[in-house]
């Protein structure tokens, strides 16, 4: 992250931010492992490390592929109105939120929706669903071989983020990121600073295309304390 987006979000200079590369992440890998040797000779006391909560849902085997998803007349419907950067414009990925909630929950967020507009609301579907849409990501885009695979997010995120910080020695959080300045922190080992790592992720250190990024390592090169440390 530039010294330029640091102040911006309100941040002193001398946050860095370094991605590393991993080989590819694969169901059933002890991730927290992989971590541990990716960063080793990187990563020390006082820093903090961001994990992408996709390498840690793969890991997890938290993902289903898409040809095993038989949408409902309803998911092409939603589907087709949904925004074209929404994960649930893909209508396999609409089905999966549709079997976790129930149809008339999602007829609800609908009806909510279409009366929010009246009053000029935005986005109150995405409201009243809520972490059944944001714990999904749609499969375009994403890097192979789980191009046609939609992934869930994390399995208790916190605790794994507390594991991996013990193995590594230092603060560690698991993220959810994209190229749109959209960033939110889902779990994170004890007295990691949430807000403020989040601000520091908007500018999306990880990669949004086929770096296989996943892992930054926040580094505070500036005086005082760190200010991702709480």
């Not at 330029?4 to 309100?10: D, H, T, V």
């Not at 994990?51 to 289903?64: H, L, P």
């Not at 910080?165 to 779990?187: F, M, P, Q, S, W």
Request: include cysteine.
């Amino acid at each position: 992250m530039s010294s330029l987006a640091i102040l911006e979000a309100g941040l002193p200079p001398g946050l860095v931010a370094l991605p590393i590369r991993t080989r590819l992440v694969v169901r059933g890998d002890d991730l927290a492992r992989l971590v541990a040797e990716a960063t080793a000779g990187i990563a020390a006391n006082g820093d903090v490390v961001a994990i992408s909560e996709t390498a840690v849902a793969i890991a997890q085997g938290r993902y289903i592929g898409a040809e095993y998803i038989r949408p409902s007349r309803l998911a092409y419907a939603l589907a087709r109105r949904a925004g074209a950067m929404a994960t649930v414009s893909q209508p396999e990925s609409m089905q999966l939120v549709i079997d976790q909630v129930g149809t008339a929950r999602v007829l609800g967020a609908v009806a909510a929706h279409v009366v929010g507009r009246l009053r000029g609301r935005r986005g109150v579907f995405y409201e009243r669903l809520g972490e059944a849409i944001a714990t999904i990501d749609g499969y375009t885009g994403t890097l192979p071989p789980y191009e046609q695979a939609i992934v869930f997010g994390p399995d208790d995120p916190d605790a794994f983020a507390t594991a991996c910080a013990e193995k590594l020695g230092c603060g560690c959080a698991i993220v959810d990121v994209n190229d749109l300045r959209k960033a939110t922190v889902l779990g994170a080992s004890p007295n990691v600073a949430r807000e403020r790592l989040t601000t520091a992720l908007l500018d999306n250190p990880h990669g949004n295309s086929d770096q296989q990024t996943p892992i930054v390592v926040f580094k505070w090169r500036g005086e005082g304390a760190n200010p991702l440390w709480g």
